[in-house]
């Protein structure tokens, strides 16, 4: 699940972060990391490879922690 902020960071948009400065972007490779994690049936790299257009993507990348903490508040707000 995605926060409307990391949807905002997906499509390289800066947002401040509440404790100064801003949240970085997230990469393409961070981004194919939330896809196979939030969509794991729909997954095809061969698939993404063809209609990304950019040819082969690069290997996926694991979010830093501060995207992990926000994603687990934010669906604790979702659920709650």
Not at 34 to 54: F, G, M, Q, V
């Amino acid at each position: 699940m995605l926060c409307g902020n990391c949807h905002r960071l997906a499509e390289l948009e800066r947002i401040q972060h509440p404790n100064g400065g801003c949240w970085p972007v997230l990469t393409l490779a961070m981004c194919l990391s939330l896809k196979l994690e939030s969509d794991p049936e729909n997954w095809d790299l061969a698939w993404l490879e063809e209609h990304h257009r950019i040819g082969k993507l690069p290997s996926r990348l694991p979010l830093p922690m501060a995207f992990l903490i926000e994603r687990s508040e934010y669906a604790n707000r979702v659920v709650a």
